[in-house]
């Protein structure tokens, strides 16, 4: 899963929360799974061990869960990240209750 890459100016294992919000997963039709894939690395990369990379809303501008999110979610996961659900209250898409958490269990 990580890239290599650094996307941003910051340091790797910087932060222990990182948040996404309002952007990935909503423009889909615009950017392919690669594209979402990567930016998903970057949160990874900046994020340290044992922190948090959260993103909302999981939904599509057209209020249907992002389609590869399943593809995403086995990505993750069989890189050593966790992932799961949360509630949000934060209802930005109608049906959007919920923000994925991944957590980095390691410096992967």
């Given at each position: 899963m990580?890239?290599?890459?650094?996307?941003?100016p910051?340091?790797?294992?910087?932060?222990?929360?990182?948040?996404?919000?309002?952007?990935?997963?909503?423009?889909?039709?615009?950017?392919?799974?690669d594209?979402?894939?990567r930016?998903?690395?970057?949160?990874?990369?900046?994020?340290?061990?044992?922190?948090?990379?959260?993103?909302?809303?999981?939904?599509?501008?057209?209020?249907?869960?992002?389609?590869?999110?399943?593809?995403?979610?086995?990505?993750?996961?069989?890189?050593?990240y966790?992932?799961?659900?949360?509630?949000?209250?934060?209802?930005?898409?109608?049906?959007?209750?919920?923000?994925?958490?991944?957590?980095?269990?390691?410096?992967?």
């Amino acid at each position: 899963m990580p890239e290599g890459r650094r996307s941003s100016p910051f340091d790797s294992g910087l932060f222990s929360d990182v948040l996404c919000s309002h952007f990935l997963f909503l423009y889909h039709e615009q950017f392919d799974y690669d594209f979402h894939r990567r930016a998903v690395s970057e949160p990874l990369r900046v994020c340290r061990a044992g922190g948090r990379v959260r993103i909302y809303p999981v939904f599509t501008l057209r209020w249907e869960p992002y389609p590869q999110l399943e593809q995403l979610l086995e990505d993750l996961n069989s890189h050593g990240y966790e992932t799961r659900f949360e509630t949000s209250e934060l209802p930005f898409i109608p049906g959007s209750t919920e923000f994925l958490s991944i957590r980095k269990t390691a410096d992967v």
